[in-house]
Each structure stands twice: as structure tokens, then as C-alpha cells.
């Protein structure tokens, strides 16, 4: 296979180009080593020529990210768009039989790496900042492309190609959302090196970096795309008896398995009791509580600020029970952390099943101690002008084993 004859005939002719790619021996491997690393680099490094050598800006001014941060967003953004594709391909993998098609995990990783071929060459419009817009408006044939070939590489009705395409690509944008979140991490400063293990098929994907690592739990992956599957079909039931509502709640259901909401989140009433009257001696001044829930995603939010004079601590305790499968499987709760720049310090590091992130400048201006727990509860204390360890002492008056053997309420 030639690399840029493969390209042009997958943008130009691809219901031609399809069987050929069904038909060709290959791994994952061979996928990633002969055509990924390739194409993925071209929005990686045009965007760090157009905002770190070009720059962007207007009305009279301009800008540019500095060198240094510039490379290590094109080397996070690359490894990480290259894990997108494999992620996707499981999930593409393990819908299959949801849309009368057949499973096969090469076919799906060949689906999604050949079909994401117009969005990574879009990218090369990032050389221009102010023409980026246009490699999104590019990246949208790349649905075109996956639809084209769902019903070659996956082996569903041709009927059944569209509903696939269109669950596949909400299972992107959940995707987009976790790779910003994972970028905005990982280039808070500069980074020497990285490197992505695991294998196809594998329970786990893991990208270390020397200030950490993460790691992509595919096992949980799997149990979400099922649950897809399961919701997909009835999503399927609904529409085929013309019961639209059953139809949406379906919909809602989807997006619901791809976050990994197990269950409602805590009433925010609940989360309330939750706050002390008194942290670390200072009385509770004022508190806020708000919830709230959309296709399948819901959460809870207690605030609370304690004080008296000069003195006051901030809590907050957070439930994102609806989001929570993001969490299990691509948020900071699975990484570890240990960075330290000449003004803060940040650490992120397991103890116990809790996930713990100290957040500090060393100037005393500001602290931040967040403790995620294990039912998806999300508890932090912060405070101006004082130390690390005051924090810690004031987050003793909150009762984490009490939430941690909290029930969480059932879906109704």
C-alpha cells in the first residue's frame, strides 16, 4: 500500500475503496505502523507551526505559543488522537451485532483509522490559525467515510449503516471531550518525552510521560459499548413501533452508557448533610446546592465557604455519579502526577481506591486539596494565603467514610 495513494483514493472514490481495505491482510500493528503515525502528524504539526511559528491573532495584534509549550501539545496531541482511534475501534467493534453486522476487531480499527483520513488531513489548515474553522468543515467527510464503509468492513445492512455512523460519532465527540480534558493535563508544562504501551485487544493502554501517567482501561470500554448495544437495540424496537418517546429515552440511555451513569447522583439535599457546620473550627457562612440531569447525564453540587476575620476555607463536594465511566476510564482519577515549577507544585498520586491531587503555590497565595473516591464522589478544600497542611488538617472534619458507604439511589 502506498501511503499517498491510499489517501487520495479513500477521499475521492471510497465505495471502491472500501473492499479493497476489507480485503487486505493486516493488524493493528500494521495499521498504526503503515498509515496512522502518518496521517496523525499532520494536524499535530501544522498546528504547531500556525500557533507557535505563524502565530494568530487580529485587529492589530498578534500572538504566539511559546516553543516550548508549542511542542508539547503537538506531542500530547498526537499520541492522544492516535489512543481516539483505538478506543473507537472497540467501541465500533462491540456495536456491531447491535446493527446486524458481524464483529471483527481488525475490520473496526481499519474502519476508523482509514475513515478518520479527512479529519486528520483537515488539519493541515491549522498552518493558518484563522483557517482552522475549514478542517472542521473537512473532518465532517470523514463521516461520509465511515458511513461508506460500515457496511463493507463491518458486514451490517446497508439500511442499518446510518443509525452505526451516528452512534459512532456521538462516541467521538464523548471522545473529543476526554482528549481535551487529557491535553489540557499534560501541557500544563513542558514534557521531554512519551510513550503509549499495550496491545490490541489488550485490558489496558497506558501513556507515560516523566511527569506521569494514564492509562486507557479498555475492559471498561468494552462493558460500556455493551451497554450501548443493549440500549441501541431498544433504541431500534422503539423506532420500528413508531414510539418516539421510547425512542428518545433509548437515545438518552446511549449517551447514558457512554458516560457510565450506574445510577442516579445523589440528591443534592443529600450532599448537603454532607457539609459540616464548623471546618477546622471556622463556622459555615454560606452554602449553595444545585443538581440537574440531560440525555443521560446528571450530577449534584454542594458548596460551602467557612470563615471568620481573615480566615476561610472553601468545600465543595461533587457528585458526578452520570459521568462517572468517564472518570473509570480516561480522567485524572487513573493518573499520576509529580510537577513542580519554580512558582506551584502539583501532585496527583492513589492512596487506598482514593484518587488525591494536591494543587499549591509555594508563595502560600493559593491551595487546592481534592480527594476523588472510589463512588465517584468528588470532595476539595482551597484556601488563599495558607499552607498545604492546614488544608489537609480542615479536610479531617469532613466525613469521607460516611460518603463512601453512602448508597447511591436506584434508577427508577
Known amino acids: 500500500m502506498k501511503l499517498l495513494q491510499r489517501v487520495q483514493d479513500i477521499l475521492l472514490k471510497p ?54 509549550s508549542g511542542l508539547v501539545s503537538m506531542m500530547v496531541g498526537y499520541v492522544l488522537s492516535l489512543v481516539a482511534v483505538f478506543v473507537l475501534g472497540l467501541i465500533a467493534n462491540a456495536l456491531a451485532p447491535t446493527f446486524g453486522g458481524t464483529k471483527d476487531p481488525v475490520s473496526a480499527l481499519k474502519l476508523l483509522a ?18 482552522s474553522m475549514l478542517g472542521l468543515l473537512a473532518s465532517l467527510y470523514s463521516i461520509y467515510l465511515i458511513f461508506t464503509g460500515v457496511p463493507v468492513l463491518m458486514k451490517c445492512p446497508s439500511e442499518k449503516a446510518m443509525p452505526y455512523t451516528a452512534v459512532l460519532i456521538v462516541c467521538g465527540i464523548v471522545a473529543m471531550v476526554i482528549l481535551g480534558t487529557l491535553s489540557a493535563v499534560f ?33 471498561k470500554i468494552e462493558d460500556m459499548a455493551k451497554k450501548v448495544d443493549e440500549a441501541g437495540k ?44 464548623k471546618l477546622d473550627g471556622l463556622p459555615r457562612e454560606t452554602f449553595e446546592v444545585q443538581s440537574g440531569a440531560a440525555m443521560g447525564m446528571a ?32 480522567a485524572w482519577a487513573n493518573m499520576t502526577v509529580d510537577k513542580e515549577t519554580n512558582d506551584s507544585v502539583e501532585k496527583v498520586y492513589k492512596q487506598g481506591k482514593r484518587t488525591i491531587r494536591e494543587n499549591y503555590r509555594k508563595d502560600g497565595s493559593h491551595v487546592e486539596f481534592t480527594v476523588v473516591l472510589e463512588n465517584g464522589l468528588i470532595v476539595e478544600v482551597s484556601d488563599d494565603r495558607t499552607s498545604l497542611d492546614k488544608v489537609r488538617q480542615a479536610l479531617l472534619g469532613v466525613d469521607l467514610a460516611k460518603m463512601e458507604s453512602a448508597e447511591r439511589p436506584a434508577k427508577s
Open 234 to 277: 431498544r433504541m431500534g424496537s422503539a423506532r420500528a413501533s413508531g414510539d418516539s418517546a421510547a425512542a428518545g429515552k433509548a437515545a438518552a440511555d446511549i449517551v447514558g452508557a457512554m458516560t457510565g451513569a450506574a445510577g442516579v447522583p445523589f440528591a443534592a439535599q443529600d450532599i448537603k448533610s454532607w457539609l459540616p457546620e
Open 114 to 131: 482509514y475513515g478518520s483520513t479527512a479529519g486528520f488531513i483537515g488539519g493541515v489548515f491549522s498552518l493558518i490559525p484563522s483557517l
Open 187 to 219: 501541557t500544563g508544562g513542558a514534557r521531554h518525552g512519551m510513550m503509549i504501551g499495550g496491545r490490541f485487544g489488550a485490558p489496558e493502554v497506558s501513556i507515560n510521560t516523566p511527569d506521569g501517567s494514564i492509562s486507557v482501561n479498555t475492559a
Open 15 to 68: 465505495k471502491d475503496t472500501w473492499p479493497t481495505i476489507a480485503g487486505e491482510p493486516g493488524d493493528a500493528t500494521t495499521i498504526y505502523k503503515d498509515y496512522l503515525i502518518y496521517l496523525a502528524l499532520v494536524p499535530a504539526v501544522a498546528g504547531f507551526i500556525g500557533m507557535s511559528l505563524i502565530g494568530f491573532g487580529g485587529f492589530g495584534f498578534s500572538m504566539r505559543v511559546p516553543i516550548v
Open 299 to 330: 450530577g449534584s453540587t454542594a458548596r460551602a465557604s467557612y470563615g471568620s476575620g481573615d480566615s476561610q476555607i472553601h468545600l465543595s463536594i461533587t457528585d458526578i455519579g452520570g459521568m462517572g465511566g468517564l472518570m473509570g476510564f480516561a
